[in-house]
């Protein structure tokens, strides 16, 4: 930050996180007399809801990672600085920041830092399994599933030690999601791409501890949804457990020891570890509970919006889903606060716009549920969902990129990122 920012007279507003929500707030406030300073340790904004296809070779990692800066090059009152937050002082208005020997003061904050993996203490997890929460992770994935078939490719015992295996665990939309992506890309793919090794001896398996998957769904859109994975080769297993993790075994608390190299972990989240030094009694999953207007209990100039925050619909009384579309519409609510404020004006209460909730299984197969109830299955909830995933993305360029993988995806059953490309390679 150079010294003439530090001094302006204007009131500095700091966003952490360029996600959906910190990028909602920072846009928000374009045409405010203001200094906005964009925080992220990443140079670039993940597109979450799409790293699946990151892992599984649709998409290339440029489609779903857009520059931060890019984003604000337009916008003359706000800059990006990549570094980490490494703590946060609520009183003194302050935020350390890794490389950077001052604290950055602050008039306003939005706390946008997001969620992380959280793996319930289940042994060998975190040590063993892929999460699926940022780019990092998705191309470790990629790369190990294309490994693990590269080795036994060469070595057919491999197959039967299940280096091929892969088990999801989390009936959720990121597991239910993931499971299906990879279905999709080893039984339209690998089976061209691998002709010795049968596809029935590589196995998907979907672990849910719960009685069912897509538990947030009605009925008959979770029968849909088992059917379709079933019919992709996925086994489902509902009312079991992980219980713990080796590089080549799962077991379960049932007792069933799965032969496994891979375990995609889409289970479970909890809120950006820092909020834990904020002094403030926090909510299930470490979430900051925040006053209707988004603002946090006894500071009135800090916001806590998106995956970090423990948000009630004021309309339906219920806590708010950690969901793309609510960072974004939390963030903007966040941005216009701070606008209104700076105006000498009352700040709003938020209100979530529900758009539905959707999620895909694979080529052709998606489930909508609508806010009234309407549900949709099939085709045309795989292009609503499509539609609706095309608009999050950042900019029309991200979007084309998408369009161009998903076509020729669509057309020729191909996968135009399926290399694996090594710095340390000569
Ligand atoms: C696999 C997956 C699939 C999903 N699918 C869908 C879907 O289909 N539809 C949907 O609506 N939602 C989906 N979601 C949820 C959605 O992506 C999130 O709700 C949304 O990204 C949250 O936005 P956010 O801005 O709160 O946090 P994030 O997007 O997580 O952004 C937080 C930002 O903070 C930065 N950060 C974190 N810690 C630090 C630090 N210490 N210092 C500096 N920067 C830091 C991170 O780099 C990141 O850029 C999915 C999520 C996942 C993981």
Request: glycine fraction near 10%; proline fraction near 4%.
């Amino acid at each position: 930050m150079t010294e003439a920012a530090r001094v302006s007279k204007r009131p500095r507003i700091v966003v952490l996180g360029g996600g959906f929500a910190g990028i909602g707030a920072a846009r928000k406030l374009k045409d405010a007399d203001v200094d906005i300073v964009v925080i992220d340790k990443h140079d670039y904004h993940t597109f979450q809801p799409l790293l699946y296809q990151v892992a599984t070779d649709l998409l290339e990692t440029s489609a779903v990672g857009h520059a931060l800066r890019d984003l604000f090059n337009e916008q003359a009152n706000a800059r990006v600085h990549q570094t980490t937050v490494t703590g946060i002082d609520l009183d003194k208005r302050e935020v350390q920041l890794a490389d950077m020997a001052l604290p950055l003061t602050y008039d306003y904050l939005v706390l946008g830092l997001g969620a992380e993996v959280n793996f319930f203490a289940v042994e060998g997890a975190a040590e063993h399994a892929f999460p699926l929460y940022t780019l990092p992770d998705a191309v470790r994935l990629k790369e190990h599933i294309l490994e693990r078939w590269e080795s036994a490719d060469k070595d057919e015992t491999l197959v039967e030690d299940g280096a091929v295996n892969v088990v999801v665990v989390g009936g959720g939309p990121t597991g239910v999601e993931s499971a299906g992506a990879v279905a999709e890309l080893y039984r339209s793919l690998f089976v061209k791409d691998y002709p010795d090794i049968p596809q029935e001896k590589a196995r998907i398996v979907l672990v849910e501890a719960g009685p069912q998957i897509f538990a947030m769904f009605k009925k008959k859109l979770r029968k849909y949804a088992r059917k379709a994975l079933e019919k992709r080769g996925v086994e489902v297993q509902t009312g079991e457990i992980v219980e713990s993790v080796t590089p080549m075994r799962v077991t379960l608390k049932s007792g069933a020891v799965i032969p496994a190299h891979t375990l995609i972990w889409g289970a479970g989240l909890q809120a950006n570890a820092l909020v834990k030094s904020l002094g403030i009694e926090l909510e299930k999953g470490n979430r900051i509970p925040v006053e209707p207007d988004l603002s946090i209990a006894g500071h009135p100039e800090v916001f806590a919006v998106g995956d970090i925050g423990w948000i009630t619909d004021i309309k339906e009384g219920k806590v708010l889903p950690q969901l793309g579309s609510v960072a974004l519409e939390t963030g903007k609510h966040a941005g216009e606060n701070i606008a209104r404020l700076i105006e000498g004006n009352d700040t709003k209460p938020f209100e979530y716009l529900d758009k539905g909730t959707m999620a895909t299984i694979g080529r052709g197969a998606a489930v909508i549920q609508m806010p009234r109830g309407r549900t949709m299955t099939g085709k045309s909830a795989a292009l609503a969902w499509g539609s609706v995933h095309l608009a999050l993305l950042s900019t029309g360029e991200d979007r084309a990129k998408a369009m161009v993988d998903w076509t020729w995806s669509g057309f020729s059953h191909e996968r135009s990122a399926r290399i694996t490309v090594r710095t340390d390679d000569t």
